[in-house]
């Protein structure tokens, strides 16, 4: 199982790096602007701008919710089982002014679950596998967002996309020892798998897995398609920094923030 400590230390560094992000956003230059010069030989910037852009790292606690999971497994693990799933990213975005913004994002998601036994619906309780799920997803997404300026200070906004994911690691599968006492537990009143298919720290009892019904499970496609939809706030941070709250699905369920700079 991933150590949730570790998992909130990386987070912290990623927040602090988002925070430095926005400070350079609000302290660069608008170069922008288009400089002007008067007939007093001064220089004016016209603020009429009809194209932004900005950069903005972000971060994601993203799920795949039981409910979904349920639909094809009777027992199956969840994500959130060991402290939340995150998703790291880095979008670039084009913005007409009063009309419409445009997105190219990567983003690197870690999809991995605790180990379980896992159980297709309708199959007998003694065909669960012992399953590791160790998967990534990085991925490439160009998206259309569609906004209203409700203040100067924010915009609500609305949108969606499509891309390319690499899946990355792989899913284990392992059978319950034949004639073992974890066998014979399985779907049991002591819930699916009993203590006898565990040690004291968890993990599967030495006896209770056999080691050499190691299958790496084959249906998984190494790329997939990507279908992003998505609404969120955007906050507009003095001048040359955002911030933006959103949630929304991307092959997996997501809420997240993300700071950056704009010019």
């Known amino acids: 199982m991933r ?3 570790d998992d909130f230390q990386t987070s912290m560094r990623w927040l602090v790096a988002l925070l430095i992000m926005a400070g350079v956003g609000v302290l660069a230059p608008n170069t922008a602007r288009a400089q002007q010069v008067d ?14 852009f900005y950069i903005a790292p972000r971060m994601r606690a993203i799920v795949v919710p039981d409910w979904l999971l349920g ?22 975005v084009w913005r007409k002014v009063d009309a419409y913004e445009i997105s190219t994002a990567i983003e690197y998601a870690d999809l991995s679950m605790p180990s379980q036994f896992w159980l297709e619906n309708d199959d007998p309780a003694n065909n669960a596998d012992y399953t ?5 997803l990085l991925s490439l997404v160009v998206s259309g967002y569609w906004y209203w300026d409700a203040q100067k200070w924010v915009s609500p906004y609305v949108g969606g996309g499509i891309g390319l994911g690499v899946v990355m690691g792989e899913i284990v599968r392992y059978d319950a020892a034949s004639g073992s006492a974890c066998e014979a537990s399985l779907g049991g009143s002591d819930g699916f798998a009993s203590d006898d298919c565990f040690g004291p720290d968890g993990e599967p009892h030495p006896n209770s897995i056999d080691q050499s019904s190691r299958k790496v499970e084959e249906s998984v496609p190494p790329v997939i398609p990507v279908l992003n939809v998505t609404g969120g706030l955007r906050f507009n941070i003095g001048e ?3 911030a933006k709250l959103e949630v929304g699905f991307y092959d997996y369920f997501f ?9």
């Open 132 to 136: 590791e799920v160790d998967l990534q």
């Open 3 to 5: 150590n949730v400590r």
């Open 240 to 242: 040359h920094a955002i």
């Open 255 to 263: 809420g997240g923030v993300s700071l950056g700079g704009q010019w």
């Open 71 to 92: 639909a094809f497994y009777e027992e199956h693990a969840s994500h959130w089982d060991d402290g939340p799933n995150l998703a790291y990213g880095l979008e670039f």
């Open 39 to 52: 007939g007093n030989n001064e220089i004016s910037f016209d603020r009429g701008k009809k194209n932004e």
